[in-house]
């Protein structure tokens, strides 16, 4: 018999998920969710680097068959795409919701309406699980929906599916509620961070984050049809030029977390958003680049994971304009 569930639901019978809740909510008066430590009041209206208040910013939510296998899973993953973002990546696909501070506050929501979209996932579409899609400014908001969606039913894992610039100190307040987490690993040399994603020290917050997140829950683990029920998958897009330093970020993954880590390398990279008017990253990556990456992971003895292939770009083109799904026309 399947006795599987969530961590989120013994902490909800304990008390602990209200505690938490909280606590974090507390955080929103000086804002210090996420590395960028703003100190604004989050709840009194007040906006800092993400561009966001009090209110969770749902841009979309749908059953998603483009994620990672485990997470997509036969049904579909539960995406609740959240607006708005602590970085500002110059190629972003996503960029019509997280660059466009202004339509995004015609998209906040009541936490109340965050826990029924949970629900109409799980229940509705029977998603295998909750996908928080750029989650990282809406912790506190998300924590809250939980502590209203449990006692309705929701007993499906939770996807942290993030950049990776999330502070260490808001992950530690996710122990135990998380079950998959999915962070990037997108830069080695904080330069670019800074110049193609609007943040000075991506590469130390992203790796302390990975840590922390590989110490709450481990190795990727799947129940007997292959969908994730706890672990981390780490994320990598493969960028032009090397930009994304892919020999020395997957050698850091390989010796500070573990060979043995479910990694995605992703090729969907294609100049999105600004990208096209700057001529490092106006172009999709060169097949050298991508072989490079591939042999790299051999090299490694990194066999856990995922590999996208070269066509990636034609598939992975959102549209958030669109009615009803943004991957389906």
Request: proline share 5%; charged share 25%; glycine share 8%.
């Amino acid at each position: 018999m399947d006795t599987f569930e969530p961590g989120y639901l013994k902490l909800y019978r304990s008390g602990e998920l209200a505690k938490r809740a909280g606590e974090l909510n507390e955080h929103l008066s000086a804002c210090n969710i996420c590395p960028h430590n703003c100190g604004v009041n989050r709840l009194a209206g007040e906006r800092g680097f993400c561009h966001s208040a009090y209110l969770p910013a749902v841009s979309s939510f749908c059953a998603h068959r483009g994620e990672e296998p485990p997470v997509s899973g036969s049904r579909g993953s539960g995406t609740i795409f959240f607006g708005n973002c602590n970085m500002r990546c110059v190629y972003c696909q996503n960029y019509q919701i997280s660059q466009d501070w202004k339509i995004q506050q015609g998209n906040e929501v009541s936490i109340r309406t965050l826990a029924a979209d949970m629900l109409v996932l799980q229940d509705r579409l029977k998603c295998h699980n909750i996908n928080l899609v750029t989650p990282s400014h809406f912790v506190p908001q998300i924590i809250k929906a939980l502590l209203e969606a449990v006692p309705e039913g929701l007993h499906v894992p939770l996807v942290y599916n993030t950049s990776g610039y999330d502070s260490v100190g808001t992950l530690r307040l996710l122990e135990g509620i998380i079950d998959v987490y999915l962070p990037d690993i997108r830069y080695a040399d904080n330069r670019w961070a800074k110049e193609y994603s609007g943040v000075p020290d991506y590469v130390e917050r992203d790796r302390e984050a990975i840590k922390e997140m590989y110490r709450q829950v481990g190795n990727l683990v799947v129940d007997e049809n292959g969908v994730a029920r706890r672990g981390l998958i780490v994320r990598h897009l493969i960028l032009p030029e090397d930009i994304a330093g892919s020999e020395e970020s997957l050698r850091w993954l390989a010796r500070e977390v573990s060979p043995d880590v479910a990694l995605s390398v992703m090729a969907q990279y294609y100049p999105a958003n600004k990208a096209d008017r700057i001529p490092a990253l106006s172009r999709r990556i060169k097949y050298e680049e991508y072989s490079g990456v591939v042999s790299l992971l051999r090299r490694l003895d990194m066999n856990n994971g995922w590999v996208q292939e070269m066509d990636a770009p034609e598939n992975y083109r959102p549209d958030f304009a669109r009615e009803g799904h943004p991957f389906e026309g």
